[in-house]
């Protein structure tokens, strides 16, 4: 079946830190790959995206490869800020018989200390 | 603009009882999404609504469940005889035509079943 495995969390960094989440997936074909983020008290918002193999997607400062020999989408930023504090969701775009949907990791909390 | 929209934001509820949440999404998104966030089952897929098109209702976990969209516009949820295993955080998305497009998700109803 279609599923999405991440890091566990919590994770907890220093200000300036680099940052790697992990996350591998399972699925027929090439999906479209994902990163979610939900700040505190907020809604889940786009991060970045892959669409293809080799595609690399960036937005403030996080980025992440689709690797289609690893099946992996890891996130990275070099140097994490408090205000990066959040939760994670790795996920794929399913598209099956005219209907599709997100399959979402469990999610990994990140914390940073300044 | 205005972003996904959903009400109530919270809701206490007593098990047996029958409940509607209700999604507004962006003006002009045809894609719909539902989707519960709980803390053992992570974010799971519940529905999808494409403009005219029957929706799928795979994800839906019983038949106490159904959903509906009006005008192709506003939505609702509906939880029937509501169980303690109910309570979640119920999520809509939308997006302007499929997947490829953002989905763009609102802040969410909290549901608690006492």
């Known amino acids: 079946g279609n599923s999405v495995t991440q890091m566990e969390g919590p994770v907890t960094l220093s200000e300036e830190a680099f940052l790697t989440i992990n996350c591998t997936y399972t699925a027929t074909g090439y999906p479209s790959l994902f990163w979610y983020v939900q700040y505190p008290g907020e809604g889940l918002q786009l991060l970045l995206k892959a669409t293809k193999a080799d595609d690399k997607g960036s937005n403030k400062g996080f980025e992440a490869t689709y690797r289609k020999e690893t099946t992996s989408f890891h996130l990275e930023k070099g140097s994490v800020q408090v205000s990066d504090s959040a939760v994670y969701f790795c996920a794929l775009r399913i598209t099956q018989g005219g209907s599709e949907k997100l399959v979402f990791g469990k999610g990994t909390k990140l914390t940073v200390n300044p | 603009g205005a972003g996904v929209s959903q009400s109530p934001s919270n809701k206490v509820t007593e098990k047996g009882k029958d409940v509607e949440l209700r999604c507004d999404p962006i003006s002009g998104h045809t894609a719909l999404y539902w989707y519960r966030q709980s803390l053992g089952q992570g974010l799971e897929f519940l529905i999808y609504f494409q403009g005219n098109s029957a929706p799928d209702k795979s994800g839906l976990p019983s038949d106490r469940f159904s959903a509906e969209r009006t005008g192709g516009s506003v939505s609702t949820l509906t939880i029937q005889r509501t169980q303690q295993e109910d309570s979640a955080v119920y999520l809509c998305?939308?997006?302007?035509?499929?997947?490829?497009?953002?989905?763009?998700f609102g802040p969410g109803t909290r549901l608690t079943v006492t």
């Open positions: 998305a939308s997006s302007f035509r499929d997947g490829l497009y953002e989905q763009y």
